[in-house]
């Protein structure tokens, strides 16, 4: 079954703004990770938050994790052109399920 | 990092043929590889959990008769898509737990198009 939802579905925007995308998810974790797919690719993973972290930087990834409304949110700041792609969240305990994704459009 | 290799890329069949669909881990052993399939702007959704030596184990709803997955090695789990039919037309993507286990690594993905 589904674990991870992403919002929004799609997003667009220019060079050098930030994308905010978020994630929720059913069951309780051990951690939450984050994945981009380039189309007609494989994910390749971005980020890992366990459960008992709050908040995560990597590069310009920023992470934050709320156990108690079953969220989380990537941010990615001064996009740019080669970060379009669809990003996903999904959730651990064992093994990973994922969401729909969002779709993410950086025009230059 | 870890590397997955997926094998073939992309592959055309007529409905009634079986199709394999190799996932190397290269530089690492996986004991565990998940096959995922995702539909055009859909999510990815789990269909089976390979283990070396053992049973697949899949998930509700996922025929086992008809994806039959082998993972007869550290390094490799094949997944064939028995007497194909169009509806089984699908991106095809595996995946193995890195050597710390926690993180995923994806193979390129097998787009699957049966006639």
């Not at chain 2, 089976?48 to 899949?58: I, V």
């Not at chain 2, 995946?95 to 710390?100: F, I, R």
Request: glycine letters at 8%.
């Amino acid at each position: 079954s589904q674990q991870g939802e992403e919002d929004p579905q799609a997003l667009s925007i220019q060079e050098g703004e930030n994308a905010t995308m978020n994630c929720s998810y059913k069951t309780s974790i051990n951690n939450l990770q984050w994945y981009r797919q380039n189309s007609g690719r494989g994910l390749v993973h971005l980020i890992l938050i366990r459960s008992n972290e709050r908040e995560k930087h990597s590069g310009r990834l920023r992470v934050t994790l709320d156990t108690s409304k079953k969220s989380s949110s990537l941010l990615i700041t001064a996009s740019r052109a080669a970060d379009t792609a669809s990003y996903f969240c999904g959730s651990s305990w064992g093994k990973l399920q994922f969401g729909a994704g969002t779709q993410v459009v950086v025009t230059p | 990092g870890a590397v997955v290799s997926q094998h073939p890329s992309r592959v055309i069949c007529k409905s009634g043929t079986s199709v394999k669909i190799e996932c190397r881990s290269l530089d690492f052993q996986a004991t565990t590889m998940f096959w995922y399939r995702q539909f055009p702007k859909k999510s990815l959704m789990l269909m089976a959990t390979s283990n070396e030596g053992s049973k697949a184990t899949y998930e509700q709803g996922v025929e086992k008769d008809k994806f039959l997955i082998n993972h007869a090695s550290l390094t490799l789990s094949t997944l064939t898509v028995t007497s194909a039919h169009p509806e089984d037309s699908s991106f095809y993507i595996c995946s193995a737990p890195g050597p710390m286990d926690e993180k995923l690594f994806f193979g390129s993905g097998t787009q699957l198009s049966v006639l």
